[in-house]
């Protein structure tokens, strides 16, 4: 396994990646096009993608904004640490620009809010899409 900063030849791979994924699903694949990604790569933010033998199988994104976009791992791939050293990866490079509160929306009541809040997320209430908005403090 290696864990690696995106290029923007692993836009695709990461897509097909977000479209598998069984929760926090996109209502519409095309609702998160190229130029989301490439905006997530080169402009708003820093991407590491988990690769395995050439083939990716999770990817992390986060905003300089103090917030964490994506963090993703194909189902086939799952229970391997791939969101754990993603999550450390991102919050690490989060904290090293100075963020001394971080955040993130994901669906209530799923997988992905009950593995920040072990990590120690706190839920800060509900935005306007439904989604459950978390925050973790540097500590």
Known sequence: ????????????AM?????????????DPRRITEA???AA???????????????LEAFATG??????????????HEG????TSLHATVVNWLWTLGHQRIWLTTAPGTRAERFYLAKGWKARGVDSCGDTRLELERS
């Not at 897509?15 to 209502?27: D, F, K, M, P």
């Not at 905003?63 to 086939?76: D, Q, T």
């Open 1 to 12: 396994m290696k864990l690696r900063q995106a290029t923007h030849s692993d836009i695709a």
């Open 15 to 27: 897509h097909a990646i977000r479209v598998a994924v069984r929760e926090n699903t996109l209502s």
């Open 36 to 38: 989301d990604y490439l």
């Open 41 to 55: 790569l080169d402009e708003l933010g820093r991407t590491w993608v988990v690769e395995n033998e050439g083939k």
């Open 63 to 76: 905003y300089r904004n103090g917030s964490i976009w994506a963090l993703f791992v194909h189902p086939e």
């Open 80 to 83: 391997r640490g791939h969101g």
